[in-house]
């Protein structure tokens, strides 16, 4: 396992386990225990998942000291506030049954982010979170936000994939010396990823998946990784990257997969946004 130093200093584990679409308390359970025994240490959670709980049991009983491990977890929109994310904080660490949180983040920049980061950061220098930071920011909201707090994230958790790889948004996270972490590495199973003959090809040159060709590209671009499976042998599978390197004529093969946008979401859509906002 290799690791991201954050710009305080902190280290993050650069592949992580997502628990996005596990809302089944005992399977995410599970899942968390089997992908804590694998070898992972960073486990991403969100309020919205509604799986908080789950994760915390699995913590309870994994056996691994806390500090090995490094969970975060995300304020929902409906608590996007100053006093909301206080509030939202302190249910969060509840749910997981933690003393401190190693990265928390705003899961999406709606209502007000700003008084929410702002109350983030009261709880950041209190030493109650390690790291704060945020999700889905464009560059343009990423640029704002950096421009009006006093901490700036340690983190922006966006999509990319070879199929949404996002440049621009990478060198503006490193002029402001953040890590971007890429959920959907696998951009949800569309356009054939794990069937991809560019990623496949590749693979078959180092006896690994298309899946962990899309990892390791990802890694070697500086991006944090989040692959969820409640599969035990995929979790192995996607932890398994550490061990080979994709040469510069292979990254560079993999650029043009570069469809420029998102077939996920689309953060620009009024109604998402609404829906979003009604999502308690």
């Known amino acids: 396992m290799e690791f991201a130093s954050l710009n305080n200093g902190v280290k993050m584990p650069m592949e992580g386990f997502g628990v996005f679409q596990v809302p089944d308390p005992k399977q995410c359970e599970q899942a968390v225990l089997d992908a804590i025994d694998t070898g992972y240490r960073l486990i991403d959670t969100a309020a919205s998942y509604r799986n908080e709980e789950a994760v915390g049991a699995a ?25 909301g994310a206080k509030r939202g904080f302190e249910d969060s660490l509840r749910k997981l049954g933690l003393d401190y949180i190693d990265l928390y983040l705003i899961h999406q920049p709606m209502g007000d ?48 994939h070879p199929f949404f790889q996002q440049p621009d948004a990478l060198n503006l996270m490193r002029e402001y010396g953040m890590i971007p972490e890429a959920w ?27 899946a962990q060709v ?7 671009r500086g991006v944090v990784v989040i692959p969820k499976s409640v599969h035990r042998n995929r979790m192995e599978q996607n932890f398994d990257i550490w061990d080979f390197e994709l040469s510069e004529e292979e990254m560079a093969a993999i650029a043009p997969l570069d469809i420029g946008h998102s077939e996920i979401v689309n953060h620009f859509d009024p109604n998402f946004v609404r829906a979003l906002h009604g999502r308690k």
């Not at 979170?129 to 901490?151: F, K, Q, S, W």
């Not at 356009?191 to 078959?204: A, D, K, S, Y």
């Not at 899309?214 to 070697?220: F, I, K, T």
């Open 113 to 160: 982010y700003i008084g929410a980061y702002r109350a983030m950061e009261e709880l950041y220098h209190a030493g109650r979170v390690r790291a704060i930071g945020v999700c889905n920011c464009y560059p343009h909201v990423l640029a704002d936000i950096c421009e009006t707090v006093d901490v700036i994230p340690a983190v922006n958790q966006v999509e990319l």
């Open 59 to 83: 913590i309870r009983q994994c056996g691994v000291p806390r500090e090995e491990l490094f969970i975060a977890t995300k304020l929902w929109v409906s608590d996007a506030s100053y006093e």
């Open 184 to 210: 959907a590495p696998f951009a949800e199973g569309r356009r054939g990823i794990f069937q991809n003959p560019v990623l496949t090809q590749i693979g078959e040159r180092h006896g690994k998946s298309a």
């Open 214 to 220: 899309a990892l390791r590209w990802n890694v070697q």
